[in-house]
């Protein structure tokens, strides 16, 4: 990759935009990429769905949205870095917040989250509210992304929300990226053909996968996932993968040169000698 990208993962309710969201995370960590996902739905705070046993210590994006000013050091102060997967580091809403919790903030404060955001990782991954009228920021995301990622569902509910939210999205202010359009959590029983062919233009199909369902039930989503089921999805990432970096498909990024000073090495590694200063104790 050789620049630094903003890629905002969309769709209907329920069309399993956090599962694709940390799943491609870790497809790009994978790639030595630094990886910011942050999760802005306030309506379902996703982050102690991820990493339970860090969300403990992890502090609301809604807390940091509404800190007098933002700067790259506070926004690293409130990212929460994963042991497991050390190149990926969280933002997002904490277990109890929703959208009364913290105070309403404008566009221009989503703008400068993500363009501070921009340049703290090598990609940041946005995980979209569906309902954008409810999260400036991921209206904001849909705006300024280098790609965005539509996931459509094989239901009517699917259809419907699409049918109302696509002539919103028509302004040429959304119009700086092509989607990439998927058909996820496709079960066996299900004809993904033919609602391919209702929604158009679907570039690459994720199969429903029993294991991932449980991974997300029991907050195990970043484990690994193997299986035959699980190979047929892994597939569906690396197809999203390739249209996200044609260019860079076979060819992994070289490490950040150091004399970078905020990209300089892992992210956490940034990240893991700022949370003492966060918490109040001695450097």
Known sequence: MTEKSLIAVWGSPNSGKTVTAVKLAQALAARKQNVLLLCCDALCPSVS????????????????LSLPALTQEELLRYALPLDVSPQIALLGYKKGDNVFSYPSYDRERAV?????????????????????????????????????????????KSLMFFASYLPLLTDARFRRSTPISVLSNVKPEQDGREYSEVFGGIQVTL?????????AASARLLDDCSGKEAAAYNTGIRQIIGLLLPQ???HPSKPVPASSPTSSGKIADVLQRLWP???????
């Open 49 to 64: 769905t991820i990493a339970p046993q860090g969300a403990a210590k992890h502090s609301s994006l809604g807390e940091l």
């Open 112 to 156: 400068d989250l993500l363009t501070l955001a921009r340049h703290l990782a090598d990609v940041v991954l946005v995980d979209c509210a569906s309902y954008l009228s409810v999260d400036p920021i991921s209206t904001v995301a849909l705006e300024l992304a280098d790609s965005v990622i539509r996931l459509h569902s094989c239901d009517l």
């Open 207 to 215: 199969p429903h996968v029993a294991a991932l369902e449980q991974q």
């Open 248 to 250: 860079d498909l076979n």
């Open 277 to 283: 200063k966060r918490r109040g104790e001695d450097k």
